[in-house]
């Protein structure tokens, strides 16, 4: 389970537009929004501080304690949204929403594929495709899991493992249709390709057949204009 719980120092800003959070971004600045019951407060927080709050053992679903301008009270929060730069990767902008612990939120969670490389399917060669990757859940937030593990180790070519495979926590509400596909082991192009090429191979000597039995005639009728001849 997530569970943890993690102190976010952040500063209050009034300035706000394009040019100003470049010039944030140049300090070590990142700009942000709390989103509350109230007005939304426009914020930066230290990127250093940051990366130590979301970088824990819950990682994206930590509760952050923010606190504002040392004010000492804090706004249990969560991570709503983030945008990160295309070209250095780096986080650029950041949403914050403080909830209720007592009530609900919606997250979405990572699936992690455990024993993929031991199903006899991909021993055999098969690919293990995972179509599905995150899974949205209802859950109170100190309860949202950290990830869901789901086992492949027996998979076949052919199998297929579901949303309704995964098994949730008590109190964790699974959002996405039960019958979604999660993860499945297809067979290997290479055996599709020896198959074609044999297709082909059998339509070839079809078409030599027909030519053999073609040319049969005209040879006939050149014995019989020879013993014609004679």
């Excluded at 983030?82 to 902008?93: E, I, L, N």
């Excluded at 909830?99 to 993929?116: E, F």
């Amino acid at each position: 389970m997530a569970g943890e719980r993690t102190k976010l120092i952040v500063a209050a800003r009034s300035d706000t537009g394009s040019r100003e959070s470049r010039r944030l971004r140049a300090q070590g600045l990142i700009p942000g929004v709390l989103y509350g019951r109230g007005e939304p407060v426009a914020i930066t927080i230290a990127e250093r501080e940051l990366r130590r709050a979301l970088t824990g053992s819950a990682g994206l679903h930590s509760i952050l304690d923010v606190e504002i301008d040392g004010s000492g009270s804090t706004h249990a929060s969560i991570l709503k949204d983030y945008q990160v730069d295309a070209v250095r990767g780096g986080v650029t902008h950041v949403d914050l929403q403080e909830v209720r612990l007592d009530q609900p939120i919606t997250a979405a969670v990572t699936i992690h594929l455990l024993g993929g490389e031991t199903a006899p399917g991909v021993r055999e060669g098969g690919v293990l495709a995972q179509p599905l990757r995150e899974l949205n859940v209802e859950a109170l937030p100190l309860e949202v899991p950290e990830h869901f593990d789901l086992d492949v180790s027996q998979l076949a070519i052919g199998d297929v493992l579901r949303v309704s495979d995964i098994r949730a926590p008590e109190g964790v509400k699974v959002l996405d249709d039960l019958d979604t596909v999660v993860a499945t082991v297809a067979a290997p192009s290479r055996i599709v390709e020896v198959e074609e090429a044999a297709a082909e191979g059998v339509e070839g000597e079809g078409e030599a057949a027909e030519g053999e039995a073609g040319e049969a005639p005209a040879e006939s009728e050149a014995e019989a204009g020879g013993d014609a001849e004679a």
